[in-house]
């Protein structure tokens, strides 16, 4: 995600700042950029690429100011370019703006204010916002109650800093979502998206609460709620190391990012879905295309491929459109047969994977349509594609992909949602399906305090020789993917497979100490998985259930229950078995004592054939 700094107090503010923005390195940005008032203006440096070029900006002039707000860009809305790097301007350029999140109806705004006559440099949603707030400051209008008026007409998350020439003593701060962190010094504060960028400077931070605003001069700071309420300033005392606060506490990125699930759903959503839980996706291809579409190829690697799988069971489930799902490499290699009016989907996190990058050019060769569903702006395969629809996770760190498989899927549903939308598919109620892809963050809260229970279990086997993961339907697809978890970070061989394959061979493996981990969330299968169950256990097989919380039936089959909340969805339920399963395997390593964030012969970009 995207960095945010900010400084005010006796220190070259400048510096202060892009020190901080360093701290946050960690996080990945593609453009960086620093604003300080002076001089009756405000001075704003930035430039697109690593902070390097920043630097070299500062060298050549180098600056000095009091007071400083930065930001590191992780590009979402438009390219990673100069113009769209932060901080921007407000229309009559009194005040600065920097800004993390995404800004949902920014396209609305961007019309009315058009209309009214204001121009923009960049494509952002921050520059919208920016002159949202700019709008509100009025004469006789102090910052904060032109920040608290601007963000409530904003719709979606931010983190929200301002700096204005006209009262250059201050930096007001807004938060609804995405992370804040207040540092709170003597005779000096500041702020920042997370905690080790404060470290340096101060231990003592306050974690800005959502729906405030935060006001910060050299020798104060006040919160407020939306209404202009003061609430109190109760700051906590951070003792852990720098390395560990990279990882917000956590003990690798591997935890941060499978507990950063329940607001990647969130964000994968942002600005897609209307009041009346209709899905936009207007950009992507004109509507009249959607029906035209014959076949789906969805062509990717790894867990981009396992989250491919479940996209074949949506659409031809729900849109009755056939769809296939390749392995790039074999893909390229394969020669297929492509028809004409089809669609092909490569699904990636880094956008930079060689095999699916060679196999979107095979298609273009071919003339056939490419979509992307993509985690990095600015990658080649996002910028070679017909068009892309980005995932809107944040940058993932771990080899052992977690949060972009959640986020895969999700847009994929999406997707599935939208085209079911625009054919106007008979029997697919869109908004009902929406409603319960909005309810699965707060599902996906639910299944992260199955943490102590799934550390026990991992304790418990985390000897296994072998662990098999089966399930049917979207649950089978859901097993290859917590097979590759715990083969990839804890080095157990697994062996996965839908459940109804087992007696075709694999259950010749199943001996005592064996663990077989089943997805079971779907009630029309429901009774043949506790058969395969018992095909386990008849042989010594420890048998782990992971089912839906009004499964009344699976517990009395298993040895071991796991339950999840309910969606009325079952595919959805599918997906968030997955989390269970991250964390079991996330705890086995982690016992076992392996190198959890870049296990052994993985990368996290695969960059050769
Ligand atoms: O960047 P991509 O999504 O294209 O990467 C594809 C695979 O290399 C990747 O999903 C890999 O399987 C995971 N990192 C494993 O956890």
């Known amino acids: 995600m995207c960095g945010i700094a900010g400084y005010i107090g006796p220190r070259n503010g400048v510096e202060v700042v892009y020190d901080q923005l360093k701290r946050l390195e960690y996080r990945g940005y593609d453009s960086a950029g620093i604003a300080y008032p002076q001089n009756d203006r405000i001075e704003i440096v930035k430039r697109a690429g690593k ?15 009091r007071i400083a707000i930065a930001h590191s860009r992780w590009a979402t809305h438009g390219g990673p370019t100069n113009e769209n790097a932060h901080p921007h301007f407000d229309r009559l350029e009194r005040i600065a703006v920097i800004h993390n999140g995404i800004i949902e109806n920014y396209l609305d705004l961007r019309e009315e204010l058009l209309a ?59 938060r609804n979502a995405s992370p804040l962190i207040l540092g709170i010094g003597i005779d000096e504060n500041m702020l920042a998206s997370d905690i080790p960028a404060l470290l340096p400077y101060t231990r003592e931070v306050v974690i800005l609460e959502e729906d405030t605003i935060a006001t910060l001069t050299r020798q104060s700071v006040h919160i407020t709620d939306l209404d202009g309420r003061e609430l109190p300033l109760e700051p906590i005392h951070i003792d852990w190391d720098i390395a560990a606060a990279e990882r917000g506490g956590y003990e690798h990125f591997m935890l941060k990012e499978i507990h950063e699930q329940p607001q990647v759903l969130r964000q994968a959503l942002a600005g897609r879905i209307d009041e009346k839980n209709r899905v936009r996706l207007e950009q992507v291809f004109s509507e009249h295309v959607w029906t035209e579409i014959d076949r789906v190829n969805i062509i990717a690697c790894g867990t981009a491929y396992h989250a491919g799988l479940m996209g074949k069971h949506l659409f031809e489930k729900l849109l009755r459109l056939p769809t296939d799902v390749y392995f790039s490499s074999e893909f390229r290699y394969g020669d297929p047969v492509l028809s004409p009016k089809s669609l092909a989907i490569f699904v990636s996190q880094s956008g930079e994977t060689a095999d699916t990058l060679a196999a979107l050019r095979l298609c273009k060769s071919r003339r056939i349509r490419t979509l992307g569903v993509v985690n990095v702006i600015g990658s080649s395969i996002a910028r070679e594609c017909d068009r892309t629809i980005f995932t809107q996770a944040g940058p993932e760190i771990s080899v052992a992909s977690t949060k972009a498989y959640t986020a895969q899927v999700t847009v994929l549903t999406l997707l599935a949602m939208y085209i079911a939308q625009v054919q106007e598919m008979p029997g697919v109620r869109v908004s009902d399906a929406v409603a319960e892809l909005v309810a699965l963050s707060e599902k996906a809260e639910v299944c992260l305090k199955l943490e102590e229970q799934m ?16 399930g049917r339907g979207a649950d089978a697809s859901v097993a290859l993917e917590g097979a590759l978890k715990l083969k990839e970070i804890a080095y157990i061989p697994t062996q996965e497979s839908p459940a109804g394959e087992m007696k075709h061979g694999p259950l010749a493996l199943v001996q005592p100490g064996v663990v077989a981990i089943f997805g079971s969330t779907d009630s029309e299968t429901r009774d043949k998985v506790v058969s395969n169950m018992k095909e386990v256990q008849a042989r010594g097989g420890t048998v782990i259930a992971i089912v839906t919380e009004d499964d009344a039936v699976t517990e009395r089959a298993a040895d071991e229950v796991i339950r999840i909340p309910h969606s009325k969805m079952d595919f959805l339920n599918a997906l968030l078995t997955i989390i269970p399963m991250q964390l079991f395997a996330y705890h086995v390593a982690r016992l076992k004592g392996c190198e959890i964030d870049q296990p052994r012969n993985l990368a996290k970009s695969v960059t050769v054939e």
């Open 455 to 470: 550390i026990k279990l991992a304790d418990k086997y985390k000897s296994m020789p072998l662990c098999f993961f089966l």
């Open 116 to 174: 009214k006559g204001h121009t923009f440099k960049s494509q952002t949603d921050t520059e919208v916002a920016a002159h949202v707030i700019g709008e509100e400051y009025t004469e006789g209008t102090p910052l904060e109650e032109a920040v608290r008026k601007g963000v409530q007409r904003l719709r979606g998350a931010y983190a929200m800093v301002v700096v204005s020439k006209l009262e250059p003593d201050k930096i007001v701060a807004a």
């Open 51 to 65: 902070l390097t070029e920043l630097q070299k900006l500062l060298d050549e002039a180098p600056r000095d100011s």
